[in-house]
């Protein structure tokens, strides 16, 4: 569908929020008929947009009456689709789309994709930052950036679109298709929406789906159902691994894409093992768009990640700091620890939620000394112990970060990945890491 052909057809946006305000605007902008149902009440700052588009809307709840001559919804990718309305209007084969369906449809750039369990706003910031060193002009959509469609309205023909998709966005194509395209992990997640991991799975999947033999599929060759997946793409098929030989992979301690060396892995300003992952996938994306190999270093060796994801905050006192606050269970941990090769001095510890921390010992090579806080501070102490690495249990982050200093040595790793939630002594974990950035920057000098 062109836009010419959204004019006067009767669309219903569900819900409002980012998505559904920029769905409407370019619907509004195009001719379309539109109606706006939120089952909430939308903030003061909605309401206001959406009088000023002069559309009709229906707050409070999702009749089925509305539907009577509804040709199109396009809805928030968060409301579930075993919703009556939505259960119905499948019934009466309604097409239900998110805006990033819109989005495609109303631009010629190209579009560069990037879904997964884990890894995507990471992978998909350091893709644009990577393409922003060539010579077109990149933008950066979906839930890290503005809205797709919004975004699409800036782009030009010749300019490239970085995307981060989740299964909720990628439910709701009809036509979508990437040029390039990365899934790049896969773990049960967001089950009480999809049911099953089988219907997670294939929502995930849908990324590939329209791409033809000119596209370029990038997934990981150590996720053995990404792998099973993937093989019925039509797009060119490269894998990436830092365990076992890929197109992208890590060897002889430096990364290489396509047999080409790129750069020794400890130049990386990325810590943590997921994000050479993450790293190898972003060099295969953006390949094919001729980068200099200089550019491309450049922004590897400067690019310290998604604020506490792994951030790298800086080089103090001969230590490098990493603030890796969003690791709130041992998956996340158990990634971020793996990934260095240096001594780590390992702050971790917070809100007691039961969870067994055995499963972290195998990550522990690299550690010698652990310092715990919060609630779970003693049991990450007792833990250590088993494992014969020295520990100190302190009661806040300032006396955490004091003492990290104190015990490591210039060449060391300074990273804060607390398994565990904030809530015992933060509100979120964003407050913890920036006490975190606070404390180190005041006790360790400057970077």
Known sequence: MKTSELDQKKVLVLGTAKSGIAAATYLVSTGAVVTVNDGGTPSDDDIQTLKRLNVETIFGSHPLSLLDETELIVKNPGIPYQIPLLQEAMKRQIPIWTEVELAYRSTNADWVAITGSNGKTTTTTLVHELLKRGSRTVHLAGNIGFPAVEVAQQAQAND????????FQLMGIESFQPNTAA?????????????????????KARIFANMDATGRLVVNADDEEIMRLSETAV??????????????EAKEGSIFVGHKEI????????????????????????EPFDLPLSEIQDVLRTFGGVAHRTEYVGEFAGRKVYNDSKATNNVATEAALSGFHSSIVWLCGGLERGADLRPLA???????????????GQRFADLAAEQQIASTVVSGMEEAVKTAFAVSQPGDIILLS??????????????????????????????
Do not use: C
């Not at 490239?160 to 299964?167: D, K």
């Not at 997640?189 to 997670?200: E, P, R």
């Not at 797009?235 to 992208?248: K, N, V, W």
């Open 362 to 376: 195998s990550a522990m090579t690299q550690v010698k000394h652990v310092i715990g806080l919060g609630e779970t």
């Open 160 to 167: 490239v679109i970085v995307i981060e998709l989740s299964s």
């Open 418 to 447: 607390p398994a565990s939630a904030s809530w015992d002594q933060y509100k979120t974990y964003e407050e913890r890491g920036e006490h975190f950035i606070r404390s180190v920057r005041q006790i360790g000098g400057t970077a």
């Open 235 to 248: 797009a060119e098929r490269l894998t990436f691994s830092r365990h076992q030989s890929a197109y992208a």
């Open 183 to 203: 899934f790049l992990n896969l773990s049960p997640a967001h089950l009480d929406y999809h049911g099953d991991v089988t219907s997670y799975a294939a929502a």
């Open 263 to 286: 750069l020794p892995i400890q130049e990386l300003a990325l810590g943590g093992g997921h994000n050479l992952e993450n790293v190898l996938a972003a060099l295969t994306l953006v």
